[in-house]
């Protein structure tokens, strides 16, 4: 056997393992509910509207023009992609009508400013959101001069219009990530990031909505194989890193 083609196994054996650990990763990472539900899925109901929402990591190069539901053109790439396709995979008896309008570069007051066609006027049942990561990285670069008590206040004031409008939506807040010794992440992000990620775990109390730890997951998934497995940047995943997120998004929503 030559050299590189031990290498390429070598690597390939490695990818394999990691990805065949995704499942134990997540396990590690999101605590197992205590259940007395036969059910999987009891949060969705039959006929129930699903929407994600948020910025890049939930956009995924989707198609914004049709913007359709269950259609693998308008969830682009990503975890939301993979997490919705599990759902249908898991649920085709309720019928579940499934939508991302995630939109690359987001901050929350971004969110707000297109809610109403974006989000009331979809009439979600299920209401999934991942924001936070630009309203940290864009200060970074000059673009944006927020800061975290107007993300948490924002932030608010988005969940308490959705709450007026739709009072039986069920909502699911998702944590706002970073993978360190990548491209774009360094030490200098951990300390800021800590205060957004606190800012998003108290408004996820507040409103009683699911807690999908995402830097547990990540924290947990590099330990089982390098950072730019996961992602190559630290803010947008690679295919593990998209599988990964789904897995912890629907272990969290069961």
Known sequence: MNLSRRNFITRTAAGTAALASIPAIVANAVPVKNST???????????????????????????????????????????????????????????????????????????????????????????????????????????????????????????????????GVKLVICEPFYVLNTKAVDETWIEPMKEYQAAAKRIAKEFGAFWVPFQSVFDEAIKHAPETYWTGDGVHPAMPGAQLMAEAWLQVVK
């Open 37 to 167: 539900s036969k059910q999987k899925y009891s949060l969705f109901g039959k006929g129930n509207t699903v929407l994600f929402q948020g910025d890049s990591i939930t956009d995924a190069g989707r198609e914004k023009e049709k913007e359709l539901p269950n259609s693998p053109g308008s969830f682009g790439h990503g975890y939301a992609f993979l997490a919705a396709s599990a759902l249908l995979n898991a649920l085709p008896e309720e019928q579940l009508k499934i939508y991302n309008r995630g939109i690359s570069g987001n901050k929350v007051y971004q969110l707000a400013d297109r809610w109403e066609k974006d989000c009331l006027e979809l009439k979600p049942d299920v209401l999934s959101i991942l924001i936070g990561v630009n309203d940290y990285w864009h200060k970074r670069n000059g673009r944006y001069d927020g800061t975290v008590e107007i993300y948490e206040n924002d932030y608010r004031a988005l969940l308490k219009r959705t709450k007026e409008n739709l009072p």
